[in-house]
């Protein structure tokens, strides 16, 4: 009597493929749940990136023998000062906004006028086509579209007690930070290395488009001053909101004010305020602040650009403000707290050791083709 050898039972091996769509379908399920809260998420993050960003300057009060109780309070009070210069100017930009439009209907209805006759009588479009066109082109549009950025960014004024009381308990809570931080790095010393790199990253970019919206905010400023552009502070304003914007930013900033000018200078004032924009873009937020930044944000061009459509999509306007440190944290918790992922880093822009390999590459054609050379002589 043969007797059958039972086979032990080998549970089937689930492939990569269904893994990742499994990830996927999580992490649809957690972006859904950020998109129904972003009314909590954007300001929770905002008050997070504040608080990186000012936690210096209370490292320096504490190093200089100040109380950690004052250090704490002059650090909050700092955010404070920021959070309620932005708000005001913003809430006045916006009352400005409202009343300056009005003012510029007959402008408005002229120039569609003008643009029908044009585009029907001097080039022969025929009335229907010109009617879809001239609809297509609404100046009203752009700025609905400006009221909107500036609605959505006063929005954090409308919830400004939970925003200040966010701040409040983060820098109280940041106290003890450095101390809960060390002890979670005997045990997870990637997550902790990589939450320090995105506060670093987060205060250089920060701090940096700062500096230069400032100063692109002020040439603007006098720009259109000289040239007596109507709601010149609203539209300098802008610029310097949109400039945490990258890359679309400018474009949102330079329509508006060019529109205004086209509307109460002609074209000689539209296309120097164009002209203008353009030089000071380039020469300072496409030139300059990117050989400040782009080195220790490592974020490569494509993924930056995604990053401000997605964060919009799912955090409204803030969310297109707060794109770079969103996907700056993003990117600590997914890749760089998990060593196993290391090699997904280069794909979102750390190519440094791309760089090294390139150069060495490059000196040794060099050096191949000077010893060619010289066998050749």
């Given amino acids: 009597m043969s007797s059958k050898i039972p086979r032990t039972a080998v549970p089937p091996a689930s492939s990569s493929g269904t893994n990742v769509l499994i990830g996927l379908a999580a992490a649809v399920i957690v972006l859904i ?15 997070l990136v504040l608080i990186i960003c000012v936690q ?41 906004f409202t009343n300056l439009i009005p003012q510029f209907s007959p402008q408005i209805n002229e120039f569609s006028e003008n643009l029908r006759v044009f585009l ?12 879809t066109i001239v609809d297509s082109i609404d100046l009203r549009a752009v700025f609905e579209t400006v009221a909107d950025l500036l609605g959505g960014a006063l929005n954090v004024g409308s919830g400004m007690v939970f925003l200040l009381l966010l701040v409040m308990f983060m820098s109280i809570d940041a106290t003890y930070f450095p101390t809960i931080l060390a002890e979670v790095k005997k045990n997870r010393a990637p997550l902790v290395e990589a939450l320090g790199s995105f506060a670093r990253m987060s205060r250089s970019f ?5 500096i230069f919206g400032a100063v692109v905010a002020v040439l603007n400023l006098l720009l259109l001053l000289v040239l007596g552009v109507p709601g010149a502070g609203l539209w ?8 945490f914007i990258p890359y679309i930013g400018f474009w949102i900033s330079l329509v508006p004010a ?11 004032t539209f296309v120097a305020v164009v002209a203008f924009y353009g030089v ?4 300072i937020q496409s030139a300059i602040q990117p050989k400040f930044i782009s080195g220790s944000v490592n974020l490569n061009m494509t993924l930056t650009f995604l990053s401000v459509m ?25 890749v760089d707290a998990h060593p196993q992922s290391a090699w997904l880093r280069p794909f979102t822009g750390d190519i440094s050791a791309s760089k090294a390999t390139m150069a060495a590459q490059r000196a040794k054609a060099r050096a191949k083709m000077s010893t060619a050379t010289r066998h050749h002589l």
């Fill in 33 to 47: 749940g950020f998109n129904r809260i972003s009314g909590i998420v954007g300001p929770v993050f905002l008050a």
């Fill in 56 to 96: 210096p300057v209370k490292q320096r009060l504490l190093a200089r023998g100040v109380p950690p109780l004052l250090a704490g309070m002059s650090t909050v009070l700092s955010v404070y000062a920021m959070v309620a210069a932005l708000v005001a100017s913003l809430w006045i930009s916006a009352v400005q």
């Fill in 120 to 131: 029907h009588e001097s080039l022969g479009i025929g009335e229907e086509q010109v009617r």
């Fill in 206 to 210: 920060m701090t940096m488009t700062t």
């Fill in 236 to 243: 300098a304003l802008l610029s310097f909101v949109c400039g």
């Fill in 258 to 268: 060019a529109i205004m000018a086209l509307l109460a200078g002609g074209l000689p």
């Fill in 280 to 283: 000071i873009n380039t020469l």
């Fill in 310 to 334: 997605f964060w919009s999509f799912l955090l409204g306007p803030l969310g297109a403000l707060m794109a770079v440190p969103l996907s700056l944290f993003a990117r600590a918790i997914l």
